[in-house]
């Protein structure tokens, strides 16, 4: 037989749940209003945004903007500019995270600790923003897009999560496939990789955004306009917009242009709103393993 219990809640449990829930909502609105707004304002008119600096709900509804953005070729060479760092610089950490996570993941690995330490101690000390712009110079990727890739191809953070991850994995699967007859390749691709699809999702989330954002690293490596990522371009648009002195010939949009600003920050974030739901399901579980178990 099953008895049907009723919770009793307290009053100052109550009181505590609705003070949770009016806060939540305070932060909601405080996260969700200037998205709204900046929304809002990429369809709004000039003159409408030259009355109300803050608008949530446009009266006068115009394409104009994103019109001007896609008939111009600037934006359009840098979002492809973006597009190709983002694509190539994910999937190239993604190979090289993943093999070097799985290697240090390996308790038989020869000198498995020293290599850690090292790791651990990147993330602790850096050589710093003169000692790269050196390196890279010297390297000859000085106004390449492959700067923007090979200085951040590995994050010590990403991959000590992924180890970690790995490392919960019961080594009895490795020593079945083995006896089975599979390579440690074999091993890797067939039971490894299968197995760890949260952990990938979520580190290919932290590169995508991260290659995505670029910004400080564009404007030291990056000396042609025409190899500007869609954030550098967007920079250079505020500025003229602003009417700071700057390099107006490199930005085809003509000040003031508060639509098209708007416009162009919701081109630049709309990539990572479209890849997010897919792997949200798998974040939140490849974060918390890959970072409790060590």
Known sequence: MSSNRTIRVSKSEKIFHIIIVIFLLIF???CLLPFINVLSSSFASQAELTESPFILIPHSFTLDAYRYILSTPTIIRSIGVSLFITIVGTALSMILTSFMAYALSRKYLHGRNVINFLVVFTMLFSGGMIPSFLLVQNLGLMNSLW??????AI??????????????????????AKMD???DWGVFFKIILPLSLPSIA?????????????Y?????????????PIQI???????VSSGVEADASSVDVIPPAQSVKMAVIIIATLPMLIVYPFIQKYFVKGAMIGSVKG
């Open 202 to 214: 979520t580190i290919s989330l932290f590169y995508l955004v991260s290659y995505w954002n670029s």
């Open 155 to 176: 994050s010590a953070y990403n991959m000590i999560i992924m180890r970690n991850f790995f490392q919960g994995i019961p080594d009895s699967l490795e020593e079945s």
């Open 28 to 30: 909601t609105l405080m």
């Open 181 to 183: 007859g599979c390579t």
């Open 147 to 152: 700067s923007l890739i090979l200085p951040s």
């Open 216 to 228: 400080q690293s564009a404007i030291l490596y990056i000396t042609s306009a025409d190899k500007w």
């Open 233 to 239: 371009l967007l920079r250079q648009i505020v500025i």
